[in-house]
């Protein structure tokens, strides 16, 4: 491998709109760190389009290399507890935000947010999962400790058709869970099922502004989408359920009441995966390997060069992807 290598190089103009371009970089372009990783594999996410595009405030400084995941081996290492050759996924942390990411076929970085990856995983396997299947591990975590169990009832899954949702259906299914899952796309339905869900609800039904309590059919949930139907969501919960919400694609409002928290010992759980301390990103990424059905990453992900990601990432935005989007480096 030579010292140049390409990158996707976000800058902002005098106007303040951002310019996405493949650049040749070297190794002395890259920031401070104490591991240089040989990045094979990164993925495409929700937030990863709103900084490509420029349509969230999601890059703090220009230039910058997006891409808020990445898998590969390690090349080099100042830190006693990765060697060369030692394969690893990285999320969060700010990378693609503040540190420059995954969107390069190198990068280097702090040790301290790395993960090692598990034997059973390959990196291609780390980011068919990503931050949104890790997302979803901690909020099927999350459920978990709130003490849903398969025999509590249904659990529901909002934006089911994404990258979060889509693992979380699965996921929960592969666990023994009733999963009943939500999309704003009826002709992915059948998709959804062949992941695990038993039922599909569309998003208009579930996007009706709710009652301060309706009836209870949910045990559990996982929400990737806040907003008014997090609102139905909570209404919906049945007695002594909770709620897992990572996301906010429908909105950061939350039109609700505190009824079902004071009337049906609700409880409304957040999950965040930026800032998620390392021993429990191992034990996600445990689960991962051990509970996650390596059929399903087939049909959940799908690949990307380095190219088509400017144009991808307006997709995403649109809700135009389904599953997950990974980008081979390699190519």
Known sequence: MTDRFHALVLTRDDEGKTHADIRELTEAD?????VLVDVEYSSLNYKDGLAITGKGKVVRSFPMVPG??????????ASDDYQPGDKVVLTGW????KHWGGFSRRQRVRSEWLVPLPGELSPRDAMAIGTAGFTAMLCVMTLEEAGITPDRGQVLVTGASGGVGSVAVTLLDRLGYEVVAVTGRPEGADWLRELGAKDVLSREEMSQPPRPLEGQRWAGAVDTVGGVMLARVLAETAYDGAVAACGLAGGFELPTTV???????VSLRGVDSVMCPVQ???RAWERLARDLPMKALGEIAHEATLEQVPELAGQILAGQVRGRLVVDLKR
């Open 30 to 34: 890259l920031p401070d760190g104490d």
């Open 68 to 77: 808020i995941d990445l898998a590969g081996t390690v090349l080099s290492s």
């Open 94 to 97: 700010g990378i693609g935000e």
């Open 259 to 265: 009824m079902p928290f004071i009337l049906r010992n």
């Open 280 to 282: 429990r990103r191992k």
